[in-house]
């Protein structure tokens, strides 16, 4: 099976399970769910590589969007400020909460929506939220309203460039590896500075 076969017949999956776990599982940092793949599920369906209608990528990537940030705010309610106080890991930084926590002061619930577009706050926002204590409703209506603004200005914005340059689907092979492998590099950097990190101690 070629690799346009496996993107076909896997990627849709893999890039649902992908935005589900950026918020949703605390690793937003590392996982690359973020606009690029997002942006190339939408060239993708464009092109016919994912053989799925562009309405049905946009609801299905919009409500794994809203249920990993779902999952996000109740690891929030849960833990509380027991994150303000875990140690720096590869995956996980303490400095990005605390950022993530200095622009929900500044702008309150209109930084889930415009903070959603910031890949540093995106993975933080639905946590900071639980952890506030944030009602639930009003954390529902925002991160709904988020992730429809989000999941569209991407898909389409990947779909509609697909249609105005169709030669892309030449490239299409190539297209979701190279951009899984950049949004990876940050893994990798991290993971060998924690490296360098624990021998220096």
């Given at each position: 099976m070629d690799t346009t076969s496996i993107i076909e017949w896997g990627g849709f999956l893999i890039i649902t399970l992908l935005v589900f776990a950026e918020t949703g599982l605390l690793v937003g940092l590392v996982v690359p769910g973020g606009e690029t793949l997002v942006f190339t599920a939408g060239l993708l369906v464009s092109t016919g590589t994912l053989s799925v209608a562009v309405p049905v990528l946009l609801i299905v990537l919009i409500v794994a969007g809203i249920a990993g940030d779902t999952s996000g705010y109740f690891i929030g309610r849960k833990f509380g400020s027991k994150l303000f106080e875990k140690e720096d890991t590869w995956y996980f930084k303490k400095k990005y909460l605390h950022m993530a926590a200095d622009y929900f002061e500044k702008h309150r619930k209109a930084a889930l929506?415009?903070?959603?577009?910031l890949p540093i706050i995106r993975p933080?926002?639905?946590v900071f939220s639980g952890t506030t204590n944030m009602q639930l409703p009003t954390f529902m209506s925002l991160t709904v309203i988020a992730g429809v603004l989000y999941m569209s200005t991407y898909v389409l914005a990947g779909y509609f460039l697909g249609n105005q340059?169709?030669?892309?689907?030449?490239?299409?092979?190539?297209?979701l590896p190279i951009s899984i492998v950049l949004a990876l590099i940050p893994v990798f950097n991290q993971i060998r500075k924690s490296k360098k990190n624990s021998a220096a101690h």
């Open positions: 929506i415009f903070g959603k577009y933080f926002g639905p340059f169709p030669v892309i689907k030449d490239y299409l092979g190539w297209i």
